[in-house]
């Protein structure tokens, strides 16, 4: 597991040209369990290997992708909280990282994401409350940082 510092992943931001994760909510340095940001970026590179080497596949997975978050009776953002829950139940780090930048795109609160994780920790028991604390991380780096109190 690859721990940065809070103050270090912030400069790294900084010079990526994007704006820091959100800073600690208890105004401390702490380390993050994971750059969820890098590893979006890190696993879209690979996932190009993938797409290039099974094109059909990952066409037919991105066709049952866009058809499963499409808007019907449950909106995308909804769609995508569940996504995310599913995410921490199976325990997948690059599923989390690119379900929580999702949620962030579609509005989805804070609030909205630890309810989330609550059904996730309920559903997978005992792991899933490690992979909630990562799934709540991720978000908070995608997230824009909440207004100063």
């Not at 800073?23 to 290997?49: F, H």
């Amino acid at each position: 597991m690859r721990r940065i510092a809070y103050a270090a992943a912030a400069v790294e931001y900084r010079d990526r040209g994007r704006d820091a994760p959100a800073a600690p909510r208890n105004g401390k340095d702490y380390e993050m369990l994971n750059d969820w940001v890098a590893m979006t970026r890190e696993y879209s590179a690979k996932l190009r290997d993938v797409r290039g080497g099974i094109p059909d596949v990952m066409k037919g997975f991105s066709a049952v992708a866009q058809a499963s978050l499409k808007g019907n009776a449950l909106d995308t953002k909804t769609k995508e909280l569940l996504a995310l829950g599913v995410a921490v139940a199976v325990r997948c780090d690059p599923c989390i990282a690119f379900h929580a930048e999702a949620a962030v795109k579609q509005g989805a609160s804070r609030e909205e994401i630890l309810e989330t994780m609550a059904v996730a920790i309920y559903m997978g028991a005992g792991p899933s409350v490690m992979y909630a604390a990562k799934a709540l991380e991720a978000f908070d780096q995608f997230a824009p940082a909440p207004p100063a109190a």
